[in-house]
Nanobody
Framework: QVELVESGGGLVQAGGSLRLSCAASGRAFSAYARAWFRQAPGKERDFVARISWNGGDTAYANSVKGRFTISRDNAKNTVYLQMNSLKPEDTAVYYC??????????????????WGQGTQVTVSS
């Protein structure tokens, strides 16, 4: 079972940037589909961005398109989420997820079977 650990969250002013990281451990090979989701208090967990096993295919939620960029470094077993032009409505706990043994996955939470503990992102106005 792979372990996913997110880092890079924090408090930032509107218009600022953060870069989240999702490092995987516990398995030698981890080049499977991954995604970022987020969950604000009292709301459902929503899709943010996804990336295929080799980084060649990515997709974004409409709310973050043009501001966020997902990428990966398979040599480091790490996926990143670069977040620019942050808005207060981006405030949430951000979760990294992996679809084990799957190279391409979609935006649904039930497509992913490994999850990190989450990292808090707070954007002040």
């Amino acid at each position: 079972q792979v372990e996913l650990v997110e880092s890079g969250g924090g408090l930032v002013q509107a218009g600022g940037s953060l870069r989240l990281s999702c490092a995987a451990s516990g398995r030698a090979f981890s080049a499977y589909a991954r995604a970022w989701f987020r969950q604000a208090p009292g709301k459902e967990r929503d899709f943010v961005a996804r990336i295929s096993w080799n980084g060649g295919d990515t997709a974004y939620a409409n709310s973050v398109k043009g501001r966020f960029t997902i990428s990966r470094d398979n040599a480091k077993n790490t996926v990143y989420l670069q977040m620019n032009s942050l808005k207060p409505e981006d405030t949430a706990v951000y979760y990294c997820a992996e679809a084990s043994n799957i190279r391409y996955a979609g935006p649904r939470t039930d497509e992913y079977d490994s999850w990190g503990q989450g990292t808090q992102v707070t954007v002040s106005s």
